[in-house]
C-alpha cells in the first residue's frame, strides 16, 4: 500500500517510560497502523524510554492493561531495526538481558531467526537521525 | 513547500497548539502548501466544539476553525485518540449512542493512516508538542 511507491525513511523515536503517560502506548499504535504503509521503519529508544523493553512486568497494581508484550509482535508487522540507547540502559542500571528478547524472521534466509534490538551509542544516534526522512518523536 | 503538521497537546495548557497554529499561518502567508494538519494525543481537545476561553483570550479551537475556512485545511483529529477523549462527530455519537457531539467546524476525525501519509506525501512533517 506504499503510495504512488515512495518509499521513505521513518524513525519513531521513544523517549518515555513505558507508564506515566499514553505516549509509549499511543506511539506504539501509530508504529502497527504505519506498518501497513510499506515503509523504511524504525524505532529507537532513548533517555526513560528504554523501560518500555523491559521484560516481565506486571501492571496489576496501577490498574492499566499491560502492552507490552505487543513489543513482541513487531517483528511479524516487519519491524525489526529497533535502536536502544547502550548508555542510557546503563545510566539506568539496565543490560540487554532486562530487555524483551525482539525477534524476525528473515524470508531471505528460510526465516531464520534474528534480533531485532541493536544497542548503540550516541554518536550513532546522531547518525540515524541524519538518514531520516520523517521522525515522529513520543 | 509541501508541509504536514502534527500537534501532539491540547490547547491552553501547552503552547503547542499555538505555535503550529502560528506556524501553519506563516507557512501559509509565505505560500507553502498545508497538506494536513493531525492532532494526536491530547491534541485532539483541539478540535472540541464545546470550548467557551474568557472573551479577553484566545479561542484555540475557533482560531483552527478559521483558518480551516480560510484555506480549505484538512484538520484530522486521530479516531483512537479521539474517542478514549471524548471528541465525537455526528458518526461516533450514533455509533455509540451518547447524547451530542462535539467536533468544531473544519475538524474531521479519520484514522492514523492520516497521519502516516502525510508523513510520506508532504516534503516536511512538522511536529509541535513536548
Excluded at chain 2, 505555535?19 to 506563516?26: E, G, I, R
Excluded at chain 2, 505560500?31 to 470550548?51: A, K, L, P, S
Amino acid at each position: 500500500m506504499s503510495e504512488a511507491g515512495t518509499t521513505k525513511k521513518f524513525l519513531y523515536v521513544n523517549r518515555r517510560a513505558p507508564y506515566g503517560t499514553i505516549y509509549a502506548w499511543e506511539s506504539l499504535e501509530v508504529v502497527l497502523i504505519g506498518a501497513a504503509f510499506e515503509q523504511d521503519v524504525s524505532l529507537l529508544f532513548m533517555d526513560d524510554g528504554v523501560y518500555q523493553l523491559v521484560k516481565g512486568m506486571d501492571t496489576k497494581g496501577i490498574g492499566m492493561k499491560n502492552f507490552t508484550p505487543t513489543y513482541a509482535a513487531l517483528g511479524d508487522y516487519e519491524v525489526n531495526k529497533i535502536y536502544v540507547d547502550r548508555d542510557a540502559l546503563a545510566e539506568r542500571g539496565l543490560s540487554l538481558d532486562d530487555l524483551q528478547h525482539l525477534v524476525w524472521e528473515d524470508e531471505n534466509e528460510d526465516w531464520a531467526e534474528k534480533d531485532s534490538i541493536h544497542l548503540v551509542g550516541r554518536d550513532e544516534i546522531g547518525n540515524l537521525l541524519e538518514e531520516q526522512d520523517v521522525i515522529f518523536n513520543f | 513547500m509541501k508541509l504536514g503538521i502534527m500537534v501532539n497537546e491540547g490547547p491552553y495548557t501547552h503552547q503547542a497548539s499555538d505555535s503550529a497554529y502560528h506556524f501553519t499561518k506563516a507557512a501559509l502567508a509565505k505560500g507553502h502548501e498545508i497538506y494536513r494538519v493531525f492532532f494526536y494525543h491530547d491534541g485532539v481537545q483541539n478540535g472540541t466544539d464545546f470550548t467557551t476561553p474568557p472573551q479577553d483570550d484566545r479561542n484555540v479551537v475557533k482560531r483552527w476553525s478559521e483558518l480551516a475556512t480560510e484555506h480549505s485545511l484538512d484538520l484530522v483529529l486521530c479516531v483512537a485518540a479521539a474517542q478514549r477523549r471524548g471528541l465525537v462527530d455526528v458518526d461516533e455519537q450514533k455509533r455509540h449512542g451518547k447524547a451530542g457531539h462535539n467536533v468544531a467546524p473544519g475538524f474531521r476525525i479519520s484514522g492514523l493512516g492520516q497521519l502516516i501519509e502525510a508523513g510520506i506525501q508532504a516534503d516536511r512533517l512538522v511536529v509541535f508538542g513536548d
